[in-house]
Every structure is written in structure tokens, then in C-alpha cells.
């Protein structure tokens, strides 16, 4: 059963049960490229404008891209994308796995899921059919022994099962999707959404592969992967996993510590990943086809023993549930990503969550009367864990917390407000804006919120940076590089620039170690050679910067159609206050800086001045419906 | 010798004799990457708004592009930018030859020409050094003779002279700027900017070469140039020069005649190149390190008699002289060739000009009395070719018409208005807008006049073009070819998009029959694997776009500062009558569809609806200052 870009996509009615397939033709796949990009077209058209992100009207994309399922690292990644009910703007999450090339072997792109279901319900997906199927015996349980009763149910150990936990049956505003019980597409709380439908999983299987437009070029592209892995700048992922390069941040104060409070952390080598090889490492595990193997297992003992099943912290994860919290403790941060995992929250955002909590705590504004006796000073490993199990039960102030620190501030009052953290209500991600300064922009202005995947970071572009590195941005028109805490008009067109490329990268459903324009193990040129010898399209560096312009003008539009406007392209309060020690100690973000970086990023961008698409700009990405549709 | 892309630019200053040398930064030249585009930096800056063309004021730029010189086909030309006293608007004009290789090799990638001198001079540059001569005894003479002239005055044979012929000196509107007696900067007047200058040639010698980045793979490259050049589509004008495809043109009612009233001519055959081939083609003649050698050198007895040293004609001089004209008489045309070469007048602007003079004797609004005896009606060969002397000498009317034909209508007056066929008061090259429709557009958009060399035209996308056409135009992200007749938003989209492309050929100096998104002998990832082997740039196709686009929008700026606004990228009358005769008949451009289509045009370009850079999109090409000089 093969099939190539032409592919077919399911739509799931789960009001009425009604299950059909749709297949667009090749011009439609070539637009987007598939993934987070093809289903803008399907939000942008379907999700009605102030649509309640948990009720009926909201629809659920995942997807993959036109390379999923091809015999070559970093393509085997699914993207959640629906109205946000973190953000209230468009929600994105991507994540890897084996499952995103299951559902592609099973015959499909992408599912649209629209409606509310009744009662629970999980999606068979098999070799080009579909059907849903009851759930009820499923609903309350964790991923681990969800995806263990459906394999036993259905039969087949090989099924891969994207799920939710009972953190987005419960609709925690920070519920995620999890697939192989440890992979999540993690943000904007997308498995909330897919809790209100009462879908619990989408459980696949398929016999089929992508039919190659020319096999011997893609192996020849695998291969030289292979030869040049270690020679890459992903290899330390491999070694150390993501947490591998703590020692870097902490070298340059930008190790986010005790809430934003400090950029670096006194306790970051027992913490960093290469002290998790020396120690709780079981194995390394990887994603469908993937040489890299950069995730991690674990296996800990005593108060906080996990299950291996549940993989182990990436560094997102460590440094949220870690630095953030002030907490050196690699088994805590472990028990608590088993947690997240099992119960299917974003580490990020409930880490973040935690550690806004503790800096209230610390601050007087929650005492032990609103903790439930819980001591929650930073550095308590013990409360941190007691506090995500709580957020994942939704129990005591965890019930609150679920709702997310930006929530959570304005019931709390009394000045919690200006110790939150977030992008569009979302969660700042692990990596310090005072240290590397186009993150204060691109976490304001991306459309799903505060994003760390979403562009290349400072250090690739300055001048000390590798000239390999520096030759590769200058394709982009990239020929000016800036210190990494310069947010000049250059650092602005970086950001912008860089942001396109990444953006294709979420359409083409590839991974941003693996693929990218500076550092991954693949350059945009050979990823041009891959794009083609997949689909057989003669593509370029210049069709995937417009492929990736459309995704980001069609997200930023949908924000437009819900009322987002500059004001929500805000930064917190706490990057205009100084950080605290290390190399970073006494520096912040000026508001007049930021506000300057992001009117200039606007007019790059071919946008007004309250961050919205012009009519000329969608025109000129083949985007003239979208204008329609904000014109309307 | 050796020098890359950062080279020297000489400036000189007629006005003084003030010669001084320049030496800009690499990030100078890879923002433009040379030629027309680099001119555009000195013009915007140096050029006062509202400057005379003709007076000291106006600047004169002469230039290259990094890839010139450099040992592979269809690299040396030279460009000629100035304020354009035929347009008003900004002026440029392209030429290869020996010249622009020679030029480089004496170290030099540009020359910026100011002020006024008091007597006739020439510039002398040899070898990194230049000198102003006096050329009192070169004045009045035709170019074969000032070629030969100098030659023997500096002792070298090997010389290569750019200069201007009588017509530049009696500031002809038309008057170009010719190299090797054959090879003309033709259009938009530039030679008449040269002649109010005072400045009769530039004579250059240089022992240098271009210094390679890699010099083994642009060996490789050439190499593939040599062996693939008799299967590439430049093949047909090896064999029969530009006017081989002739009968294409004319199958499809393409060819312009009698002053643009009918698309087919019936002596298309006796002007045909294949007939030029069989009859008076005395060798085939070619630029600097390229192997295609697409240039005629033609030999006549009679009449007509030629002399060889001026080449032979090229298809735009066949149609203008020929077809527009209602003459079938290759012997006649290869004079009027000579005349214009000799003399330095453009063929396009010269013969389409008497075949409007043939229009107005037809009609009757100019009569044997306003041509001095001459029987001026289509298809009279000697008095075309007498014409064309009387245009070159500036007798008789003669002197009227060596104006343009937008001018001399002006003053005739009764109605010769309507018979122009104009883009910017610029001569209509010879293709068809009604049956090429995107030349409808970009004949009367394109800043520097009606040009044929400024964008792909519609046959390439056509869904009958053949597949790898269609799969080197997808690159740039057109997929959804359409007929040659469609003015629809999708063929807008093309236009523009391949006019950035070639705008990108006319910074590198490079030849569009040798290198080019479609047809020709290299595609553009060859090219991009070219500057990089030359330059040692890492560049891609996305950096090319920008490129062109910045030439491209840098000239509009230039026209918008001089009160150009959307009247003046008008369609001229004689479009909207339908053609008469052939595939064509009956058929033609609606001024709504126009009107449309340029409005698309604007909004894809990122400009208002005057047709105006806006301030947002000069900024994201890099050119804040441009929009700073607009909003002064």
C-alpha cells in the first residue's frame, strides 16, 4: 500500500460519529507541506472566530508531514494544533516518537476532529480505515496502562497510541497529547482539547510505506547521516541527551533559576545531562528511523523510583522542575517527569507552574494554609513532586495551578502577577532572554506563545560563532552577525528569518536537531535533497521560506480573527528586572528595547502595527483567501 | 593581480578630472552582489530628485557583476545606469562582449561617472589605474574608427573600448553605448547621458584575473556548460542566432508588424535566422569565456553593403527594423544593424520608431513633406534604411524622431498619439503582449521602460511546457502554470516572482540565455553553485530572490523620488485594438484586465497602489535607508 505526498486525510465528526476520508490533491500538499501548516487550513476555515477552545466549535488537528515515514532521521513528528485554552490564541505542539510513522504507514496525513463526543471514545486507525470505538474502561487511566490495554484489546503489540491522561480528561489548561507513553506534543494545552471531545486515544497501525521518488538518493542521504553523526552538533545529544549542554548556560547566565530570578544555577552539574549518563541512565532510546537516539530513559529507586516505560527528563523538563525550582535532585526531576508523562501534563509549563508557585510561597503571597501544609520553599525537591502530582489530580491548589501560573496569578492577587512568567499565558521554556536576547521577542510574538522551537537562537548568529555556521545563515541573507544580547534592527531580521525556516520545519514534519540551518546534523541544502528525493518535488531553500511564511502568517491571522492584537505580544514584567549573579548578574530586558525589537519585527514581517497580516503580505504568500476571511 | 568580489570602484569626476579609488567592504558587494544592482547604490545616494538626465547633475554608472570575468559562459557584461533621458525614470542598459571581462581584469568593478567635462575626453583604465584623455580628435567619429583609433594611439591591440557614436554626442534619446563596435547598452538612452558628459569611450586593459574560491568546481561546471550545450534550450541561437525562433513566434501570432497592428508577418521567413544561416551569415561571434556564441557577423555586398566589424543583427533588431517595419529584406536590416552600430543608436527604440514614422506616412498624418521626399510606407526597405541614417545623424526628421517615438508624436501631433507603442515612453521590444499576456504588464510596470529581458515569458508556464520547466519554476514556488493568454492573479504572480530572478542576473552580470529559471543552458541551482565557487559565498536561490528584489525595488524608490506614480505604468492604445491576422487575429488586451492585473502586480510587490515601495518592504530587503530617502 504506498503512497507519497498525495495522501488522503480523515475527518472525525465525533458529534455524529461520522467518519470520512478527503484526499487533496498534490497543489494542496505543496502549499503547506503538510503538518502544523496544512492544518491551518482547515482551522482557519472550520473553527468558528471566539470559538470556546474546550467546547464543540474548537477542532483538533494532528498531522504529519510530507516526509514522515521516510527511512531517514528526524522525520517522525505529529502536531497538535486547535484554539489554544492556555493561550486563546492558536495552539501548536509537535512531538516524536514511533507513532507519527505508524499513522503514516496506516495510510494518512492528518485527522480533523471536530465535534464532541458524547461519551469517551478512542480512534482505530488501521491501513486506510478508521472507526471509533468506546472508551469508557479507558477514561481515568494513566498513558502507560492505556497504551498496554489497547495493544492487548486490539490485538497487536505493534500499535502505537497517542493519547491523553487524565490531566486533559480533567481539562488542565496544560494537558498534553502523549504517544509511546513518553513522547508529548507538550504546549498550549492541546490535550485539554482533546479531553473536552471525550477522545481518549488515537491507536494505529498500518502495513504500508512512503513511496519514494528516489530511494537511492534518500539512502544515500541516511547514510551519510549515519558517517557524519558524530562529527555533528547533535552528537552531545546523543551522548547527554538534551540536558547535555546545562554546562554552556550556566556559563553564560542562561540557566533560568528560581523563577527568572537568576541565570545561574549553584546546583547545574548535578543536574546536567551528562551526570544523568553517570547515573540514573538506563538507555537511550529514539524516535522511527532516527540515528540520533537523544532520548533518554531512567530508572530510580527509593522515594522517587520510576517506571522506565515513562522515559526520562529532557532538558526542558530538568531545567523547569530543576533550576526553575532551585532543586539539584535528578531522581525528583525524574519522579516528576514520570508523573507528567503518565498523567499527559507539559512539563514545561507545569514545572514553570511549580517553581511561579514556590517564588509566591517564598514571597508570602501562598502560605502552608494554601499549599495543604506543604512546605513549598525553593529547593524542596519532596513539595515539588507532591505539587505536579497535585496539578496532574487537579488536587488542592494543584486544582488552580492546573489552570496555569498565568491563571492561577489572577485568582491568587496580591502581586502574584508580576511573578509570572509567560509568553501569551504560556510558560516561558528554559532558556534566558537576558542571555540570549532575540528570545525576549520571538516568546512575545510567536503566535502559539512563548516557543523556544520556533527560531534559531542568539549564539548561532554572532560573530564568534562557527564560520561553517555563519556561511549556512548567510543563505538566508544573513550576513551581519550581532552579540548574542543584542536586540538591534539585525538581530530582529535573524529572528524573523530564522523563524520562517523553523516554521517549514513544523509543515514537514521534521526535527530541529536534526534539520535546520545552523547546527543539526542536516543543512537546508541536503534538506532541499531530501524534500525532493521524497516527494519528488524540485524544491529550494526559497519555496520552504515561503512554505514556512505561510504557517506563520496563517497562525498569526487566526490570532488576528480572535482579537489578538500587539498588546498580546507582551513581556514580563520579571525580564525588566535584573537578574541575579553569573554573567548575566544586574542584566534585564529594557521594555523601551523590546517594544522598538517589536515594531521592527512587525514591519519585517509585512504586518501592521498591531502585529496583524496586511492583505499584501498573505497576497504574496498565495494567502488571498486568508485576507478574505479577516476582511470578513 | 588576482581580486575577488571586493574589489575597487573608480570614481571620476568630469567636472574636476577628480579620479578617486573606492574600496568597499565584502558586505557592500553581497548585499547587491554587483552590476545594475550596486549602481543603484551610488544612483539613490549621488543623484539629486528631479536632476536633468542630460545635465551635470545626473550620474553615470558602469559596472559588473562578481561573477564577471570568471572562466564559464555568459558572464561578461557590463550594465550602464543613469537617470534616463528618454524616461525620466531611472535608465539602465546591459551589453556583453570583451569589454566587461577586460574591465575586471584591470581591477576595477565599477566606474561612477559625475559631473560635466568642458571638452570631449575618454577614460583610460589599465591595470588598477585610470587617466582622463582628451578625445577633441575622437569627437564625431563612428565607433569602428575611435575603436581602431585608439587602439593604435595606446599601443595595444588588445584594448577594449566602450564608447559612445555620434548619436550619444548629439544626445539622442536613443542613443546607447556600444563595446567592440558590435555590442550595444541599448536602451533607456544611456548613451546620451555618456555624450552630455563629454565623455566619448572608456578604453581599458587589465593583466589580472578574478581570484576563485574553487576553482575545481567551476572547471566542473563549465565543463558540463560545454558538453550539455547542444542538448540546452540556448542551442537554437548557436545555429541560427536570437532570430532562430522566429517561426515560433510567428506560429503563434507572436511577432510584431507594422507598428504592432498584426502578430504575424508574411515574410517571416525571409528574415528568419535559419535564413540568415543559409544566406549572408559570414561566423558566429562571441562574449568573453562563453561557449554558446550566439552573436551573428553578417556580410553584405550592394546596396546594402556591410562591413563585418559591426556585427550582424540580433532578433530584436530583425523585428524592429524587419517585421515592425513591414520588411522582408535581411540585407536592408543588416544595414540599418550597422548604421545603429556605428553610430551607437538602440535598434529596438530606432526601428521601432521608423516603423511608427511608417505608420503616421500611412495614415497620412506625416506626409512626403515632413520626410524630405521619402516614401515612408511599410515595407519599403531603402526607406527604412535611409531613415535609420537620417535618425542616427539627426537630419531632417530625423532629428525629431531621434527623440522616440513618445516625443515625436507629441509634437506631430493629430492622432500620431495613439500610434505609439510605448512602455515609459520606451519603444516596445519585439514580443507580443497579446500573446505573451504577462508583457503587458511588465512592459508598462518595469522601471526602466518596456523590457523583454526583465522577466520569464509566458510560455514557461504554460501547463504544456515541458516538465522541467515546470519543476525549476516550482522552485520559486509557481505551481500552477497557465496559458500564454491568462493576465490572472496566478500569471501576476509569475511575472513578478521571475522578475526578481532575472533582476538578480542583471546584478551578477550575468547573460539570461546562459543562465536562468527555465530554458537555459545553466538553471539557478547551478548558478547558485557558481557565485560560490567564483565567490566563495554560500549562497541559495532565497538569497538571489532577495537580491533581485532589492534591485528591483531600489529602482521604483528611484522613480517614486522622481513623481512616478501608477499613470505612468500605463498600457499604450494600441494593445487594446485587436491584432489582425493569424493565431492572434481579433485579439486583444482589455484595459480592465490591465488595470487589474497591475493592481495585483503593486499588492504581490509590497508597494501601494501608486506603485510606491512601501516602508515595510524596503525594510525587510535591508534597504531602510532607501525608505529613509523616500520619506524625506
Redesign the interface.
Known sequence: MPFGYAGRILHVNLTTGKIEVEEPPE?FY??TMGGSGMAMHYLLRMVPAHADPLGPDNVLVLSVGVMTGAPISGQSRVMANAKSPLTGAIGDAQGGGFWPAEFRSAGFDAIVITGQSPRPVYLWVHDGEAELRDAAHLWGGVTGETEAALREELGDKKIEVLQIGPAGEKLSRMACIINMSNRACGRTGMGAVMGSKKLKAVAVRGHGSVELADKEKLRELARWGADNLEESGVWSFRLHGTAGGINGLQATGALPTRNWSSGVFEGWQKIWGQTMTETILKERDTCYGCVVRCKRVVETTGPFATDPRYGGPEYETIATTGSYCGIDDLEAISKANEICNKYGLDTISCGATVAFAMDCYEQGILTKEDTGGIDLHFGNAAAMVQMVEMIARREGLGDLLAEGSYRAAQKIGKGAEDLVVTGKKQEFPAHEPRAKRSLALIYAVNPFGADHMSHEHDPAYAPTSDPTTL??L????L??PQHAWDLS?EKV?YALTTEYIYSALDCLGTCQFVWGPTWQLYN??QLVEAVQAITG???????L??VGARRLNMMRAFNAREGLRAADDYMPKKLQLPAVGGPTDGVSVKEEDFLAARA?YY??A?WDQEGVP????L??L?L?WVADLLAD
Open positions: 497543489s505543496r502549499m556561511a549556512q548567510s543563505q538566508l541573507g550576513n551581519n534592527e531580521r537546508l541544502d518535488w524540485r524544491t529550494s531553500i526559497y519555496e521560506m515561503l521592527k514591519q519585517l509585512g496586511t492583505a499584501s503580505k497576497a504574496e498565495n488571498e
